[in-house]
């Protein structure tokens, strides 16, 4: 609780700031640190993963600095999606033995650019509007608690006991029916125009309300995705958390997983 109130402390001022470049030197640390426990993850040495996390900070830097936080990526977020959903099929297969199997800078590289461009997503997504940057953060944050409860009271089928053990198929529904009862309350917030942006979820209505729920499974598919994918991971290197850089709380990649496949996924939904 300590940890989370001090980031929180510096968080919620960047975030409701009036310009986007505090909240873009916030989140560009925090990618730092997770792409030097991403090179931690795969092989390098500290020495070599600080250097990995550092350069990596750079070269955001450097796309950020020549415009491109103000260009249209509809062609990645499209190309990350299926990259995603890619290796939802493929390394939840295979398994641990199978993600090892690869070669280490292929390791690194892939995961790097994916870290990117959640980055990216993230700060983009905060450029759409303030409602529409919390609305995919609830998303994720509801289906992780509510996936979590409903495991807890009627998990009996294992999703994934290789690579999570702790996770269930009651846990996912848990989270799917969670978002479902979220939707409801954003598209109010909408409607009494809170903020000035619609939501994610106001977007998604937009198409009509099959491609709606469809879009928030999916989401929420993917949010699970993205935790399990780092399970495997960390589970292919043997470490129980990715660092112990938040004391209680793990490493930073712990606490995002879930998110680097949505806020992505999100993009392209909302600039379909």
Request: glycine share 12%.
């Amino acid at each position: 609780m300590i940890t989370a109130l001090i980031l929180l402390a510096f968080l919620l001022p960047a975030l409701f700031y009036p310009t986007i470049e505090p909240f873009a030197v916030l989140a560009l640390l925090v990618i730092v640190a997770a792409g030097w426990e991403w090179a931690r993850l795969n092989g390098c040495t500290d020495l070599a993963a600080k250097a990995v996390g550092l350069g990596f900070g750079l070269a955001l830097g450097c796309v950020w600095f020549a415009g491109g936080l103000a260009l249209s990526w509809r062609p990645l977020w499209l190309a990350v999606a299926a990259c995603w959903v890619l290796l939802a099929v493929v390394m939840l297969r295979r398994g641990v033995p199978g993600w090892s199997a690869w070669s280490a800078p292929w390791r690194l590289g892939l995961g790097l650019v994916l870290i990117a461009c959640a980055w990216l997503a993230l700060v983009q997504a905060r450029l759409l509007g303030l409602g529409f940057l919390l609305s995919v953060l609830t998303l994720v944050w509801m289906a992780d608690i509510c996936a979590y409860f409903g495991g807890k009271a009627f998990g009996r089928h294992k999703l994934a006991p290789t690579v999570s053990p702790g996770k269930s198929w009651e846990g996912v529904f848990g989270g799917m029916a969670g978002v479902l009862l979220l939707a409801p309350g954003w598209l109010w917030i909408d409607a009494q125009g809170v903020f000035a942006q619609p939501s994610l979820f106001s977007r998604l209505w937009a198409w009509g309300p099959v491609l709606a729920v469809l879009g928030g499974v999916f989401l929420v598919a993917m949010s699970v995705v993205g935790d399990l994918v780092e399970s495997l991971v960390k589970r292919s290197a043997g470490m129980k958390d990715s660092s112990q850089l938040l004391p209680g709380h793990g490493g930073v990649l712990d606490r995002v997983d879930a998110l680097l496949p949505v806020l992505p996924l999100a993009m392209m939904l909302a600039t379909f």
